[in-house]
């Protein structure tokens, strides 16, 4: 894509995105992840206001008297977009391809993040880390963003969910919230890694998914390549073949929910068909609901 190109879709993308960024911006996003991030900053004698919970048992037992851990709230957030940029992203059978779904969101949430004076910063994975950008603020840093992910052409082909969380753990030293924006296709098995990231971090899982994927469209016999391995893979076509694709692909769904489920991350589903705004909004106003109840 040229760079005039590339200028023309990110003025494009900001102008589309900032009706839903007020939406997110709505005091749903920065609710959605209060308390988040916080840090220590001394201990002091309890009063009757303070929660039992926040008493620190060691100190309070050598001083004879109870005392409390005092955190104050950070001001910003750091956000971390862990965008998969492997060659089933090409894929789409609507307007718009994984990838192309992928840019916006990650444009809406990058956005929202700038909005609110909160670093953002992106990571983009095949079965390589493809390119690595420190979260920071400021406007210009958000379009730097937006442009890497129009324009960016990754090297490989293939996917490496644990080697992208793996690598993140390692590059956030503070507590951030982070987006991992995938389809999810993935021979290899993430869940470990996605636990023990989410211990230390704040992970939402975006899991993008074609309109084929959920129900094939056909009952006519087709050869279908896999663009990251280029094995052809031949539907026989017919009611029973398509019952059984029907039943693997939502098996398929269904490991992925579980695994999310298992780490306790949150998984949001966009549909690669719909617009990327309502699962998002429901989210973060969930998100919120659930702050409110904490």
């Known amino acids: 894509m040229l760079p ?10 900001e102008i589309r995105t900032n009706r839903m960024v007020d939406e997110i911006t709505g005091g749903a996003y920065r609710s959605a992840f209060k308390g988040r991030g916080i840090e220590f900053e001394e201990v002091r004698e309890y009063t009757v206001e303070d929660d039992v919970r926040d008493i620190d048992w060691n100190v309070s037992a050598r001083m004879g008297v109870p005392y409390v851990k005092k955190y104050v709230e950070e001001r910003e957030l750091s956000v971390l977009l862990l965008v998969d940029v492997s060659a089933s ?16 969101l990650a444009a809406i949430l990058a956005f929202s993040a700038a909005r609110n004076g909160d670093k953002v910063g992106l990571l983009m994975f095949s079965d390589r880390i493809e390119l690595y950008v420190p979260p920071k603020s400021g406007r210009s840093h958000t379009l730097r963003l937006i442009r890497e992910m129009l324009a960016f052409e990754p090297v490989s082909k293939g996917t490496n969910i644990d080697l992208a969380l793996r690598e993140s753990a390692q590059l956030l030293k503070k507590r951030s919230v982070v987006f991992l924006l995938s389809d999810l296709i993935d021979a290899q098995n993430f869940e470990m890694s996605l636990k ?82 309502l699962p998002m909004v429901e989210f973060f106003s969930r998100r919120r609901r659930q702050a409110g109840r904490g």
Do not use: Y
């Open 196 to 277: 023990i990231l989410n211990r230390k971090h704040d992970v939402i899982v975006a899991g993008i998914v074609d309109p084929t994927e959920k129900r094939w469209p056909s009952l006519l016999p087709v050869m279908v390549e896999d663009a990251e391995t280029g094995r052809q893979i031949r539907f026989g076509g017919g009611k029973r073949a398509l019952k059984k694709l029907d039943e693997a692909f939502d098996a398929a769904r269904r490991a992925r929910r579980e695994v999310c489920r298992r780490a306790r991350v949150d998984l949001v589903e966009i549909g690669n068909n719909r617009d990327v705004l």
């Open 89 to 104: 992203g090409v894929f789409g059978s609507a307007e718009r391809n994984k990838r192309q779904t992928a840019a916006e």
């Open 4 to 13: 005039s190109e590339i200028s023309k879709q990110i003025r494009l993308l």
